[in-house]
Antibody, heavy 121, light 107 residues
């Protein structure tokens, strides 16, 4: 069974940084693209970023470009999201998800339980 | 960005009902729409991809259809376990965008 477990969230002041982690098990991590999706109470779900299985391709939504960095350590089966220059509008629950990007499919078929990030002074 | 407009925002249903919800894209997304279910306190769960392809393990009382800009998701014989928020997602062009969701509630 695929398990994705996020960690690293919490309360942080505006302008500060935080690093979210997503530990994966039950899958050959290096075979899969991975994604970060966030859920903002007033705005619903937002697709934030993705990274290719080898880590050589990444993509970010415009509002986080230059502030967020997605990376992975395939030897540790762990996905990361470095979030810098945090803003109040980054307050959300952040989910990591496995992205199936082959065989004509492009879906997020397994999700973590989510980690809460609150940006407030 | 492509805007996905879901309707209705919420539905009050009874067990055994047939429910239909819609998702309209602000531009042509082909068949690149997925549907997710999110129950209270849980993460989203994939139900359909490519508009009408049922994901592994999804009961056949759920169906998806549509292409272009208009998509429909139907649940036949709704069960209590189906109470959730349902989201559509377009995966045609970046950034992928979700609809705001349709919430199913019991009457």
């Amino acid at each position: 069974e695929v398990q994705l477990v996020e960690s690293g969230g919490g309360l942080v002041q505006p302008g500060r940084s935080m690093k979210l982690s997503c530990a994966a098990s039950g899958l050959t991590f290096s075979n899969y693209y991975m994604a970060w999706v966030r859920q903002v109470p007033t705005k619903g779900l937002e697709w934030v970023a993705y990274i290719s299985n080898g880590g050589d391709y990444t993509y970010y939504r415009d509002s986080v470009k230059g502030r967020f960095t997605v990376s992975r350590d395939n030897a540790k089966s762990t996905l990361y999201l470095q979030v810098d220059s945090l803003r109040s509008e980054d307050t959300a629950t952040y989910y990591c998800a496995r992205r199936i990007f082959k065989y004509g499919m492009d879906v997020m078929d397994a999700w973590g339980q989510g980690v809460s990030v609150t940006v407030s002074s | 960005d492509i805007v996905m407009t879901q309707s209705p925002t919420s539905m009050s249903i009874s067990v055994g009902d047939r429910v239909t919800m819609n998702c309209k894209a602000s531009q042509n997304v082909g068949s690149n729409v997925d549907w997710y279910q999110q129950k209270i306190g849980q993460s989203p769960k994939l139900l359909f991809y490519k508009a009408s392809s049922r994901f592994t393990g999804v009961p056949d009382r759920f169906t998806g259809s549509g292409s272009g800009t208009d998509f429909t998701f139907t649940i036949n014989n709704v069960q209590a376990e189906d109470l959730a928020v349902y989201y559509c997602l377009q995966s045609n062009s970046y950034p992928y965008t979700f609809g705001a969701g349709t919430k199913l509630e019991l009457k």
